[in-house]
């Protein structure tokens, strides 16, 4: 039976799935930030990357406070060259799909992870790659 609390759960819950990620994120370091940081670690373009994973492995950073060492990263003039543990670990977490979380690892993305797209013949487990036997046909170069 719905109730009036029900509904006025429902609307809230609503509107607020639709407001901006960047409005709870700490002034310094936005997810927009994150992303082009990411790109930068990665190699991929930031359109390549996917939004969701994105928003995923940003909370996880921003639980674990890590968000002004990110920032700091990112104000480097090449980020990917340096050599630093945290960028490190970003890129992990991209390729990879797991996330550290404040209650250990975690697997944040799996069909996102960049692993499956750094080679064309790689795809998720469980995922078709094609039509039947397209394995025994050798990769497209």
């Known amino acids: ?22 409005l709870f994120a700490q002034a310094g370091f936005s997810l927009e930030a994150f992303v082009a940081l990411s790109a930068s670690l990665t190699g991929f373009p930031a359109a390549m990357l996917d939004p969701r994973a994105a928003r995923v492995l940003y909370a ?3 639980d674990r406070g890590l968000l002004p060492e990110l920032a700091r990263l990112a104000t480097q003039a090449e980020p990917g060259a340096v050599e ?9 977490a991209w390729y990879s799909g797991v996330v550290q979380t404040v209650h250990g690892p975690v697997v944040g993305l799996y069909t996102s992870a960049l692993l499956w797209k750094s080679a064309p ?18 990769p497209a170069l």
Do not use: K
């Not at 759960?9 to 901006?20: C, E, K, N």
């Not at 630093?84 to 992990?92: D, F, I, R």
């Not at 790689?122 to 995922?127: E, I, R």
């Open 1 to 22: 039976m719905v109730d009036r609390r029900m509904v006025l759960l429902s609307g809230l819950a609503a509107v607020s799935a639709g407001l901006p990620v960047r």
């Open 60 to 62: 996880a950073f921003e």
């Open 121 to 138: 013949f790689l795809h998720p487990s469980s995922t078709c790659g094609g039509l039947t036997g397209y394995w025994g046909d050798p």
């Open 84 to 92: 630093s543990p945290l960028g490190n670990e970003v890129v992990a």
